[in-house]
């Protein structure tokens, strides 16, 4: 958690403008509670007209630690019984819970015995950019994808690759980065936030954030007219589709090259997107290739290659998918299927990306060796419980003229 003081445009801001946060809480009140008992009494007690009145809608979400609350959900439930009693107490009647459009969302947060009450002004999960086309579930979450990039030092400095791009999260964010967009503005014109409904909402505040926003991707543009080539490549016909799909609800389309190819055979100078970029310049390559979430260890071995049939529940069915092209005809188990993925990986990065930095995210450690590189950093990152590393790869740069091995010059004399 990060914690910052600032006023009501400034939480509006940073509801819009932070790439890698999940939630902007605001504080409200911190008590001991020693207790359910104890809880139950500080929500009886606390000021709730300050913020609900009877025909409000709440909800309360709590997170726990410690030994002395260890199920969020009572936790809940006694909150919102103290919350509720107190205006029946009062009035006879009492706002009722809504878990999906509540006006107001509570945050409890308890650290042993240290309460913490807050109001929840984002609501849904920032991740919700809003520039998802489809209901897949993508892999990995929008925050997630601009905190990897973060970590990578990527500064739209150079141009941008995903090899395995799946619905192109990490190219989509890329280019926000890259044009300086806030990555709310979609979700303001969509999804909204929790603050819009808050009694002390001040729209025109708002306006001027969101108009703030929009002027600074515009100066952007202005003075960087030629942003960086971000490009895309993904085996499955339908994650192409949805890439595209979303880079344009992203407003990003105009910077973003898609392509289907197995990335082993994907050649960038004879794309169409070949002639924007020097093919040997350093590019920065960002990619998350499969590592068994679905294919890996448990399920039985058949014939099969990986490849887009593992990503048909969240890319949907496509007529035109032609499965012969990608399945191969050997007989392997899920982990050399997986392997051969990694393995195709390295092959185009070694020809394709000469003297370019790559960061490949693995849950994996036994099917990213397949990629026959050594990494020359590890940074450690937790996903959905997984122990995952996101693995630097530096990439030779181009061998010069009339460079022959050693070996070869040996065999000579
Ligand atoms: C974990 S998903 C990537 C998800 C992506 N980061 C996103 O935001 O949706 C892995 C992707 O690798 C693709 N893939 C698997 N084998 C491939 C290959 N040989 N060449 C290119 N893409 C491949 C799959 O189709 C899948 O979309």
Redesign the pocket.
Known sequence: MVSFVGDLGFLYKANLCLRTALKILKPIHTARVQDEDALYKLFYEFPWEDYLDVDSKFVIDSVVHGTRFTHSQYASQKAKDGLVDQFRDKYKERPSVDLNRPDLRINLHIQQDLCTLSLDSSGASLHHRGYRTATNI???NEVL?AGLIQLSGWKGDSDFLD????????LIEGALMAANVAPGLIRSETIGYAFERWPDHNPRTFEECLENARRIGAETRTAAPTPPVIIG????PG?VTLAGQGSETARVAGMIDVFR????MFNITASSAGAKIAPNAPKLVVT???WGKRIGAGEPAGRRR???GD?DDEYGDEDSFDRDTTVGSNDISAEEALEQ?WN?LGVFLKRECPDSSAFVLSGNPEVSRAIRMRASRKHVVGIGGVDCRLLRYDILPPKPPGYAPRQRLEERD
């Open positions: 993508a892999p990995l994808a090899p395995m791009c799946g619905s192109g999260t990490f490549n993904d085996i499955h994650a190819n197995d990335c082993e998350n290739p499969p990986a490849g887009p990503y993925v195709s």
